[in-house]
């Protein structure tokens, strides 16, 4: 689904870097003379992520090719279900990274939604960026009926 709402890119380099703005720059409102405030704004940063790998086998063993599958229609048939069931358990296992905290397998996996939007915003760090000291990395949240002006 990504892919197809052109929400997949291309990456490469020793990590994933996503570049930031985080605040608006310098701007000032003048006439004729005035002074105008050239001194520098500190706006970007950039959050970091560590590359995860992952694979899905496609094997067989010698008596599935040598004697069960013997013919070149039925060698084909076999990959081809194999290659199909390994495409859809990495589209399975993909999907579940996508939702994850970034914990499982020993912190091998991606992490997902549940890393990026916390239960407490305030707690963490991600991208090696420290949510508590830096508010613009805080998920932000609405409570209908707390928040809510009536």
């Known amino acids: 689904m990504l892919k197809e709402q052109d929400g ?3 990456a490469t380099g020793r990590t994933i870097v996503q570049e930031l703005e985080y605040a608006e720059g310098r701007f000032q409102w003048y006439a004729g003379y005035d002074i105008l405030d050239i001194s520098p704004s500190d706006v970007i940063t950039a959050a970091e992520y560590p ?3 992952a694979a899905a086998v496609v094997a067989a063993n010698g008596l599935e090719i040598d004697v069960q599958n ?3 229609e039925q060698i084909i048939n076999l990959f ?3 290659i199909g069931n390994a495409e859809r358990t990495m589209k399975n296992q ?3 990274g996508m939702y994850s905290d970034g914990t499982a397998f020993s912190g091998k996996i991606v992490g997902g939604l549940q890393l ?7 707690t963490g760090t991600v991208g090696g960026i420290n949510r508590a ?10 409570r ?3 928040d809510a002006v009536l």
């Open 70 to 72: 013997t013919g070149k």
């Open 80 to 82: 081809k279900g194999r």
């Open 8 to 10: 997949w890119e291309s």
């Open 144 to 146: 209908g009926f707390t």
């Open 94 to 96: 993909l999907t579940f």
């Open 116 to 122: 990026l939007v916390a239960d407490n915003p305030a």
């Open 133 to 142: 000291t830096n508010a613009f990395w805080r998920n932000q949240f609405y």
């Open 51 to 53: 590359w995860a790998q």
